[in-house]
Each structure stands twice: as C-alpha cells, then as structure tokens.
C-alpha cells in the first residue's frame, strides 16, 4: 500500500491557480488550471486526513507538519472561493502574486489580499508581472524586478515576502543566487518532487489541474504512481519547451488548451 509520504521533516507542495463555482469565475483563468470548487473542497480534506494539514509553505519553513497549498498569478477567484473554503476548514495557503496584475480585471484587489493576509494566509511574490518570464530578463533587470516585486507586496500587505514562484516555472540558472540577493529565502518552482528540510533554498511543486481526478490526487499524496505520471508529463513537456521555445510553446499550447498567449 502506498505510504503517507508527509511528515514534519518532508512533504509535498502543491500548485493551484484558479477555482470556479458557475461560468464566470473562470474569466481571466487558464481553464487548464481552473478547478471545480467542490472538487477542491474535496482535495482540501483529504489533504487533511492523509497528510494531517493544510498549511502554508511559510508556516511548513517555521516547522508546522502537513501538505503545503500554494496558489499562482492572484486571481480573483483566489478570494471569493479558496480563500472562504480555506478559512471554513482551518487551512492556510501560499498566493504567489504579480504587483502589476494586482486590481486589474480578473485579478483581487489589493485591499482582498490585505484581508487574506490578516486572516493568516500566506501573500508572496510571482514576480513583478507576468508578461515575461524570468528566463527573458539579464541578471540587472531580474534583481531590480524581484526586488521592486517583494518591496511593492510588503508594502501594500504589511508582512515580510520571503518566498519566491517564477512564473510559468520558467528559471534561470542563476535565480536562486540572484532572489537570496535580493531578500527571499526560498524559491518554489514547477518541478514536481517531493520537499525536505535539508538546507536546500528551491522546491518543487505538484500541479493540479482541472482534469486531476481525486483517485489519482489521493495517490499524489500517498506517493503512488501519479506522482510518477506527473513527473514523466514534466519531463516531456519541458523537453518540449526546449525544443521549440518558450514564444512558440506558448502558441501551440494555446491553440489545443484554449489559454491566451499573453497569460
């Protein structure tokens, strides 16, 4: 039988982005990405039952024990929808956020992440926007970019940023140097693999998608074989990205998941 593979010294990380309730909720989301909120409702407790929590990346680095919950890009869904079912079961999240999204359409508002953030969720940095990926930018413009993306949030948040998701999950080699430099202690990316504390400064994380079935999530946290799938589709896809690059990659997947380029 697959095993718990939780506990207060490892655990998994996982990536959402946007829930949805009725039709609208999904403007503005990558549908690839948009998931059902009964179907999270679901995924939260077993979260829950299996690894005993449903906490934050920040409150698992201070040394609480669980599955960590992150959320990319700030959508508005993160706050009419996770954050009220997050609070309802006493679970906590990360929200990576771009400062030049923040308050646009589809977007929460600064004053709906300022809420989040007292009632203890976790606000943290996606990058300034999410125009260009980081693998775009000489080292100058990424320090500046980082640095003007983690004071802007503290700022408008009134808490420390410390944590660090590159959009798209697009890096340089050079980035975790470069966002230490500019005072983040840690860097969550993409690539799905499970996390310990053992010094290290980036980590992966799962994606869960809307096509994620709950048998096949159930065997995400139990470090069953869909944790094995995920691993493989990443393998492929950033083979894939190599291949052809990131402006043509993203043409391509929008043609056949329905994604807007410039998200």
């Not at 706050?79 to 609070?87: C, E, K, T």
Request: proline share 5%; with cysteine; aromatic share 6%.
């Amino acid at each position: 039988m697959d095993q718990v593979a939780t506990s207060s010294d490892a655990t998994l990380a996982l990536m959402y982005h946007a829930l949805w309730a009725v039709d609208d909720d999904k403007a503005g989301a990558d549908p690839h990405y948009a998931v059902p909120l009964p179907r999270f409702a679901e995924q939260l407790a077993l979260c829950q039952r299996i690894g005993g929590a449903a906490i934050s990346a920040r409150d698992w680095l201070s040394g609480r024990a669980g599955v960590i919950l992150t959320f990319d890009d700030g959508h508005l869904s993160n706050h009419r929808l996770a954050f009220p079912a997050l609070r309802a079961a006493g679970a906590g999240a990360d929200f990576f956020v771009n400062p030049a999204q923040v308050g646009t359409s589809g977007f929460a508002s600064w004053a709906e992440l300022r809420e989040m953030g007292e009632a203890g969720m976790s606000i943290q940095s996606h990058g300034l926007d999410h125009r260009n990926y980081l693998t775009t930018l000489s080292p100058s413009r990424l320090r500046e970019e980082l640095h003007r993306a983690r004071m802007e949030i503290e700022e408008k948040i009134g808490q420390p940023v410390t944590l660090l998701a590159p959009p798209g999950g697009r890096a340089p080699r050079d980035l975790e140097q470069i966002a230490r430099e500019v005072g983040y202690a840690h860097v969550f990316g993409s690539n799905p693999e499970s996390i310990s504390r053992d010094g290290r400064h980036s980590h992966g994380r799962f994606a869960v998608t809307a096509g994620l079935e709950q048998p096949a999530f159930e065997s995400l946290l139990r470090g069953g074989r869909a944790r094995l799938r995920a691993q493989v589709r990443h393998a492929v896809l950033a083979l894939a990205k190599r291949a052809l690059g990131d402006n043509l990659y993203e043409r391509t997947r929008a043609r056949f998941v329905g994604t807007s380029v410039d998200h």
